[in-house]
């Protein structure tokens, strides 16, 4: 029979992740998922995880919850009922209702956007929709819905978070991967908000603070509130392209940054691979926003084998890639391989058998 993804990890152990889920990459070649003991690829394909998209909508809210929970973002996540003081990720859809005047009794179109920024008015919400790209927008059932999920498992890894997902961590550094992400939450971990140009940080409170906001922007003073918006609105330019910006679209805001810094909507993407940051979830790190994955890389060394973050400092390295000793092994046999002879290809390892049979 085959298993209801959500029901693959329902409690907080450690995941029996979906078995048999097809590989969206090999298209019916592969059989099925197959979990490996310690790589996060399926054993029979050879495809990350990501390619058999195997969380479930609730393991990824609640991945969402356990990041954002014991941060100053706290507020978007919510205790579950019954989950044993577990936090859920209050994820913001949106449900857009149009009607469709075609035929002769009016029926109405119903769009469910699986995220949407929280804290908005619809039209708002829309216009933001309308300024990515139409195969990003998050619409149910939808390309822009299964590639914001695959965003999601990319950039957020579960286990750049949670020491029990992780197989390469040695006695005693489990303290330093908590350590670690302790930090991170506190320094570096934000999510985006969108507002109007000069709206950013709080809106009808902090309106009569904005002119310090517009002083930091260079703006002249002006003797009376309305002249001097009127002054800055031309100062408002996109971090990122360095357009300015259209002072009746919305732009996104990182509190990390300043509110001095906006950013077009399509233009809040990781520094490092240039994907948009998935639920406007950043990373803030020498001056640039960042996804997970590549903020926590910048920091310490991704082991090649098992994806996860190197908390030793005795580790393999190879053209620029990095393995944990016990995982610096052949991809096909998994026989170890230091002080072997090896091949590598497209970053994987070979012994020279599996190599050679492979051509």
């Known amino acids: 029979p085959t298993l209801c993804p959500a029901l693959f990890q329902m409690s907080g152990s450690q995941p029996q992740m979906g078995r048999g889920v097809p590989c969206l990459r090999c298209r019916g070649l592969c059989t099925g998922f197959e979990p490996h003991s310690w790589r996060k690829i399926c054993k029979s394909c050879k495809c990350s995880q990501e390619e058999h998209s195997l969380s479930s909508e609730l393991e990824d809210d609640r991945k969402i919850g356990r990041l954002l929970s014991d941060s100053k973002y706290s507020t978007l996540t919510a205790r579950l009922k019954g989950g044993d003081g577990v936090r859920i990720y209050k994820r913001n859809r949106m449900i857009v209702t149009n009607p469709n005047i075609s035929g002769k009794d009016p029926t109405f179109d119903t769009i469910t956007y699986e995220w949407a920024p929280p804290g908005l008015a619809q039209k708002l919400a829309m216009q933001y929709m309308e300024l990515m790209p139409k195969e990003l927008q998050p619409v149910a059932g939808t390309d822009g819905a299964f590639h914001r999920r695959r965003r999601l498992a990319r950039q ?89 910006v259209p002072g009746d679209c919305p732009v996104v805001y990182a509190d990390r940054a300043g509110y001095s810094r906006q950013w077009h909507p399509a233009c809040f993407v990781c520094c490092r691979c240039a994907e948009p940051l998935v639920d406007l979830i950043y990373f803030w790190k020498s001056g640039a926003a960042w996804c997970g994955r590549h903020y926590c890389e910048s920091l310490r060394p991704r082991c090649a084998g098992c994806d996860e973050i190197i908390f030793s400092e005795d580790y393999q390295q190879v053209e620029g890639l990095a393995w944990h000793k016990k995982h610096f092994a052949c991809l096909e046999c998994e026989t170890l391989l230091i002080g072997k002879p090896f091949a590598l290809a497209n970053a994987s390892l070979l012994c020279t058998t599996c190599s050679q049979s492979r051509v």
């Open 156 to 244: 957020l890894p579960l286990h750049d978070q949670d020491p029990a997902q992780c197989r390469g961590l040695a006695e005693g550094e489990q303290k330093l991967m908590e350590e670690f992400v302790k930090k991170y939450k506190a320094e570096a971990l934000g999510v985006g908000e969108v507002a109007l140009p000069g709206q950013g940080g709080g809106g009808k409170e902090e309106e009569k603070a904005q002119d310090k906001s517009v002083e930091a922007g260079g703006a002249p003073e002006a003797p009376n509130g309305a002249l001097e918006s009127a002054a800055a609105a031309g100062h408002h330019r996109c971090e990122a392209c360095k357009q300015p």
